[in-house]
């Protein structure tokens, strides 16, 4: 039996009209200078979030391990408001509650000014933090523990200093404590105590093959209980910004890496761990690349829309885009625009083949009646995921 892959590749050419997919600060939708030409784009966070947030079969909640909680109040809200609404003593909550933010995150000096003075909304913190619901339940469970062995805040308090002393050990030991997203779009902390998980799910931004294409919109609202002929005009008069294109994507997913955040093994290790979970977990996210879409101005734009072609590699060497295929803008041919993109996506990877070989397994689906990319074996979709996934070992 040949060796696992250790890294998927997943390219998408993906095509959508009169849409604003993902918005600056400004309200106008988001770009990039590629190939001396701007491009519209769509922000690796914008898609994260849509598939961390996709509710339908393929929901990454419906794998059945935990995801995060991003909040700046998740200790007010899922910790000590509920304790205190529970019948615990709110000063002995509130008191365990600030040595362990102090263990979690760098007290600064007004913190520790304001020790004995916090109340049960005062424990969000600076930024949104990301924390697992494994993590956040053992915090609170071990506030729970103090406050019903103390009587007063101080009690609490030397009690509380004490368990923090094993704090890290047992957090280290929850198993996919982070959650399920931060074990694969990563987790990035300053805390001593909490763990700091490298993405194993790496994702572009997406940009358009071509050119941008854009239109500003022009819209009106008709108040609908004017109607004499000295009101006249509309009761509201906006602008926005539309957009349309065909746009690449790239998703790499580290197996070892996800293993080993999932399974709590070293990634070295990861060929010996369980692999069901992260097996389960890669099926879920393909699906959601290839049919989920950010859902900006979903009322007025509908932006639904499968990709027109996905690309599946497996392979050991580093992984590598293909955005190259595109840094000369794609120009419609006769006929049409997805027949040149791919066009130009063949000669691309034929060069690559050419110059370093090819040392990946691939699968397509779509692409309509042009012949599959080079190496590629096209199927349905479900095929190709399956395919995939025995390659991987899973």
Sequence with gaps: MSRPARFLQIHTLTGYSAALLNRDDAGYAKRIEYGGAVRTRVSSQCLKRHWRTADDEWSLSGIGLDMTVRSRRTFDRCVVEPLVASGLPAEAVTAAMTVFMAALFKESEKAKAKRGE????DFH???????????????????????????????AEAVAAERVKVLK?????????????????????????????TAAVHVAHAFT?????????????????????EDTGSGHLGQSELTSGLYYG???????????????????????????????????????????????????????????LVLLETGSRQPRSLAGAFHTPVKPGRDGLVPAALAALREHLDE???????????WQTGGGKAAPLPAAER????????????????
């Design 169 to 197: 050990d047992n957090i280290t030991a929850l198993r996919t404590g982070a959650g399920l997203d931060a074990a694969m779009f990563g987790r990035m902390v300053t805390s001593d105590v909490l763990a700091r998980k």
């Design 352 to 362: 690559i083949d050419t110059d370093y070989g090819c040392a990946e397994r691939r």
């Design 379 to 394: 199927m349905p979709f479900d095929q190709a995921v399956a395919a995939a996934l025995a390659a991987l070992g899973s």
């Design 125 to 155: 913190t600076g930024q949104v933090v990301v924390l697992g619901r494994p993590e956040i339940n053992y915090v609170r469970d071990e506030i729970a523990a103090i406050a019903r062995q103390t009587a007063d805040a101080k009690s």
């Design 118 to 121: 916090t109340t049960p909304t």
């Design 250 to 308: 790239y998703v790499v997913v580290d197996m070892p890496t996800l293993v080993s955040n999932i399974e709590g093994c070293a990634p070295a290790d990861w060929l010996k761990a369980d692999h069901a979970t992260a097996a389960r977990t890669v099926e879920h996210l393909l699906h959601l690349i290839a049919t989920v879409s950010p859902g900006a101005k979903q009322g007025s734009t509908a932006p639904y829309a499968y990709a027109r």
């Design 209 to 229: 093959v071509h050119k941008e294409e854009s239109e500003s919109d022009y819209f009106t609202a008709v108040d609908d209980l004017i109607t004499g002929i």
